[in-house]
């Protein structure tokens, strides 16, 4: 099983296990609340299945967890899979009067004003406030885009779009359509509120379609999720992209920025510029396929 963390920093340790059918659900949520390590199970409705996130105890090491679940989640064979390792205690606290995100954006909980370099964002327990360094890296790359000569893409897709945040950015630097998507039910009804207070609905929106069941293009795809599920998806988001889009990669560590570089190179993707910060990776790549 390959195991993809973004757990850095404090809060309890989330693992996210995609479950398929209703009997093998009831008995990976019961085997996974016998753990003494997990502290909580929460379970949601996922594209086709179930998924189950199981949390541990705040600050904790997360190995020893991810291995008592990891071995239980192997029991079910095919059909269960730890799909993210992330710290739970992603929410924004309240009364928080705002962040910088970058060099134009400001992330501002819940009642603050919004305006053209101000992304407010209701507290919810998905990934997406701003504070993981994978976001704000997407964020620059994005910046970097609207930045060239040719201006921003028209449309947008958000693959992961979690709390919505990358979307509600990619519509302030300009884009007339953004359309984001996820597998968790509760990320996209969190995504829509934030649609919503960011007063930008006629922009974007929010859909639970797997990629594989899109059929527009876009003239730029931004995934924040995991090397592994990325890689998994590289198919489908070629689909997606025209001679000329570009794709924006984030949730990279270390060595899985160059590792990608080279896979997406077999596919007709150029590296036009890579954003780092400590070990977190992110690379903004423009396709050109084969004639
Ligand atoms: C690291 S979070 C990124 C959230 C937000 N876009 C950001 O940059 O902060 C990754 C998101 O991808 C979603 N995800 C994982 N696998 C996916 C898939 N195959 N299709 C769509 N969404 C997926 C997860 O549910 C999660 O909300």
Same mark, same amino acid.
Do not use: Y
């Given at each position: 099983m390959r195991l993809s963390e973004s757990a850095d920093g404090a809060g309890p340790v989330a693992i996210l296990v995609r479950v398929d059918g209703d009997e093998a659900v009831e008995r990976l949520h019961q085997g996974l609340i016998e753990l003494s390590r997990v502290e909580e199970v929460r379970c949601c409705r996922y594209v086709g299945g179930w998924l189950l996130t199981a949390c541990g105890v705040a600050n904790a090491d997360p190995d020893p967890l991810l291995r008592t679940v990891g071995a239980v989640v192997d029991q079910f064979d095919s059909l269960a899979e730890i799909i993210d390792v992330r710290r739970g205690a992603s929410e924004l606290p309240a009364g928080l009067e705002g962040f910088r995100i970058s060099e134009r954006f400001m992330v501002t909980g819940g009642g603050a004003a919004v305006d053209a370099s101000t992304i407010r964002l209701d507290a !919810?327990?998905?990934? &997406? +406030? @701003? !504070?993981h360094a994978s976001t704000r890296l997407a964020v620059q790359a994005m910046e970097g885009i609207a930045g060239r000569e040719e201006g921003f893409p028209a449309r947008i897709l958000d693959v &992961? +779009? @979690?709390?919505g945040i990358l979307a509600l950015v990619a519509a302030r630097l300009g884009a007339a359509q953004v359309l984001g998507i996820d597998i968790c039910e509760e990320a996209l009804a969190v995504a829509w509120r934030n649609i919503l207070a960011n007063g930008l609905r006629n922009q974007v929106s929010v859909a639970s +379609?797997?990629? !594989?069941g899109l059929s527009e293009q876009y003239g730029l795809v931004i995934a924040n999720v995991t090397a592994s599920v990325l890689l998994r998806l590289a198919d489908e988001i070629v689909g997606r992209l025209p001679g000329g889009g570009w794709l924006i990669v984030s949730g990279l560590q270390g060595r899985q920025g160059e590792e990608m570089e080279e896979a997406l190179s077999r596919y007709g993707f150029q590296t036009v510029a890579r954003h780092a910060e400590g070990k977190w990776r992110c690379l903004t790549l423009r396709y050109f396929p084969a004639a």
């Open positions: !919810a327990h998905v990934f &997406g +406030t @701003g !504070a &992961g +779009t @979690g709390s +379609t797997p990629l !594989a």
